[in-house]
């Protein structure tokens, strides 16, 4: 079976998205990998055809946008929908422009296990607040198991709770935990989540959050606004890919072991011997 | 033609409580290859550097029965890149059990039978010095702030025999009492004292995990946001506390003590609520800097002090309002972690 995977981001450097993470991510494990831009105006679309001209594997894609106020997550999913219809593969696997597919040999594997079988996957998603060390616990903000994988005709939805018999996606799903996905939405420039996050919202609910029009005026970081869940945050000193720490070095979350790492010889590959 | 004897090569790169939990799966492994060649290398991991200190600790392997030889990795290959475990890590599940399941993920391995509740060190002999006493270890990472150090030392201290760096000793002694250092030249030399004395008792280093191997008598000072070490459920033998509280091999423990260590590492501790509507670190004169380190200047500034004299300040405010968190029991997440811990050892 095939895989394709598909990303969708609009105006994604203006918004300090990780989306070139995401995209590159998705390439060693895809045959293709659809990238859905939607009329951005900062050079992303510019960015996109560059970079198609080095890697085969990438596809551009225009989903017009609407900018329609207080359409709930429809209008999202309409757009990762027309993503995935670019498809030409027999199987799907998606991220959102803020996400990175861990490049562990485990979830590679995890990957294609579930790609040759054409199953449905849950994918365990690593959700950092405030800092590269710092995981939301599960039950606050965004899901933690979050379904990104299934046939390439099944359609794909939002992270929202729904009923079952709603999505084949979510009813056949099954939940892998080598599965990892690196959520950095949250760790992305304050200045850019500010804008984003209540476009989101508008978009989204029709309406802003108070706590973030207040973090937008003060100049305050997001994690130190009000939070329900800061006391509970869970500490996080997993293995993180290469270009997961790159990107947060560049935002000034740069881990010590990624600053020592820098500062040495790239670690040699291991050879493996099977018994 | 004399056929040349295969040997499993496993290559390690983490830390040496990594090493020494990941024990009872190289016993296993060994079972079915035969002895082990352990090989060692540094990696630009999170771990610290393991080949400066190899020294210490390949006496104790070396005298394993199912190792066959201990050395760095020169870059042969191995058929087990153990240093890998830490992908199929979490927060609750052993060391041991994390390095069970990445062997369990590779395919090209033999299929093992570990039994985690059996010892899975052999031959170590009792050393004589430890006779009677009580050896703690305690570093400086994975601490719980409501185990009662104060009191082990107040009611146990001439009984106790220290191991560790000398580093360690000092800090220990400055934080809780004094008591005998016994300078170790490596781990083989800190397991005959275990295995010599009446009682381990220490935090989640790589002495608890020597203890755990020699099935020894223990109490385990149980880090509430990381219980990692619980590799086999409580028993006779073994008491993981994450409350004050506890008594095993004759010696009782009741409570804590009702202040907080006042150089207690607040770095390492998420922020939790001292009250329901104060989030994180808490003054009460400072209400709207409620994180440690930004309160910290403020109290300070406040009252005239040094940062030492404003750290206790706060951290015996913060006992005082949610002496819940710091004494008596945990806070509910940190017993929600503990007690999956406890069903990912199988209690």
């Given at each position: 079976m095939t895989l394709g995977g598909y990303v969708v981001v609009r105006n994604g450097d203006s918004l300090d998205y990780s989306w070139r993470e995401a995209v590159a991510s998705l390439i060693p494990v895809c045959e293709e990998v659809v990238i859905a831009d939607s009329d951005?105006?900062?050079?992303t679309k510019e960015a996109i055809e560059l970079w198609m001209e080095r890697e085969s594997k990438i596809r551009y894609a225009n989903f017009p946008w609407k900018n329609e106020k207080g359409v709930s997550h429809r209008g999202f999913v309409e757009w990762l929908n027309f993503a995935r219809e670019q498809l030409s593969t027999d199987m799907q696997i998606t991220l959102d422009a803020d996400e990175v597919l861990s490049d562990s040999p485990e979830c590679h594997a995890a990957v294609r296990e579930a790609a040759s079988k054409g199953e449905c996957r849950f994918f365990h998603r690593l959700n950092f607040w405030r800092d590269p060390r710092s995981i939301i616990p599960d039950g606050h903000c965004c899901a933690r198991r979050v379904a990104r994988m299934g046939p390439a005709n099944y359609v794909m939805c939002s992270d929202e709770p729904h009923h079952p018999g709603e999505v084949p996606l979510l009813d056949e799903g099954t939940y892998d935990d080598r599965l990892k996905i690196f959520h950095l939405g949250f760790l992305r420039k304050t200045d850019a989540f500010y804008r984003k996050a209540n476009v989101v919202l508008h978009w989204w609910f029709g309406r802003g959050d108070p706590r973030l029009s207040a973090g937008e005026e003060t100049g305050k970081k997001l994690h130190e606004t009000e939070c329900e869940f800061t006391h509970l945050l869970e500490p996080y000193y997993g293995y993180m890919p290469d270009s997961v720490q790159r990107w947060l070095s560049a935002r000034g979350h740069a881990t010590p072991s990624y600053i020592a790492r820098l500062l040495t010889a790239p670690d040699p590959v291991i050879e493996i011997e099977p018994w | 033609m004399v056929e040349q004897k295969k040997t499993c090569r496993v290559l390690f790169y983490g830390d040496m409580g990594d090493v020494c939990l990941s024990l009872p799966v190289v016993l296993a492994l060994s079972k079915v290859t035969g002895p082990v060649q352990m090989l060692f290398a540094d990696r630009n991991s999170i771990c610290k550097r393991i080949l400066e200190r190899l020294h210490t600790l390949a006496p104790l392997l070396e005298s394993?029965?199912?190792?066959e030889s201990v050395k760095p990795h020169s870059g042969e290959a191995v058929?087990?890149?153990?240093?890998?475990?830490r992908s199929y890590h979490t927060m609750t599940q052993s060391l041991a059990k994390s390095h069970l399941l990445h062997y369990e993920g590779q395919k090209s391995l033999p299929k093992i039978s570990v039994d985690f509740?059996?010892?899975?060190?052999?031959?170590i002999p009792a050393d004589e010095r430890a006779k009677g006493k009580i050896v703690v270890q305690r570093t400086d990472r994975y601490n719980n702030p409501s185990f009662p150090w104060h009191q082990i030392v107040e009611r146990y201290g001439s009984r106790i025999l220290f191991v560790g760096s000398d580093r360690e000793h000092k800090m220990f002694c400055s934080r809780f009492g004094n008591c005998e250092y016994v300078h170790t030249k490596d781990l083989l030399e800190a397991a005959s004292l275990v295995a010599g004395s009446d009682l381990f008792i220490g935090n989640q280093s790589c002495v608890a995990a020597i203890a755990a191997g020699l099935g020894h008598h223990r109490v385990i000072e149980i880090c509430p946001w990381q219980p990692d070490v619980i590799v086999a459920p409580p028993d006779e033998k073994v008491r993981y506390v994450l409350n004050a509280g506890f008594a095993i091999q004759g010696i009782q423990i009741d409570g804590a003590d009702?202040?907080?260590?006042?150089?207690?590492?607040?770095?390492?501790?998420?922020p939790r609520p001292p009250g329901k509507d104060a989030p994180g670190w808490y003054y009460p004169e400072c209400?709207?800097?409620?994180i440690f380190w930004s309160l910290l200047p403020e109290v300070m500034r406040k009252h005239g002090l040094g940062e030492d004299e404003a750290r206790r300040k706060i951290l015996n405010y913060n006992a005082k309002f949610n002496p819940q968190f710091f004494i008596g029991s945990a806070q509910e997440k940190d017993a929600e972690m503990f007690k999956k811990a406890l069903k990912e050892a199988g209690a």
């Open positions: 951005s105006t900062d050079g | 394993q029965p199912y190792v058929h087990w890149a153990a240093g890998e475990f509740r059996a010892p899975w060190l052999f031959n009702q202040e907080v260590d006042p150089h207690f590492n607040v770095a390492s501790v998420p209400q709207n800097t409620p």
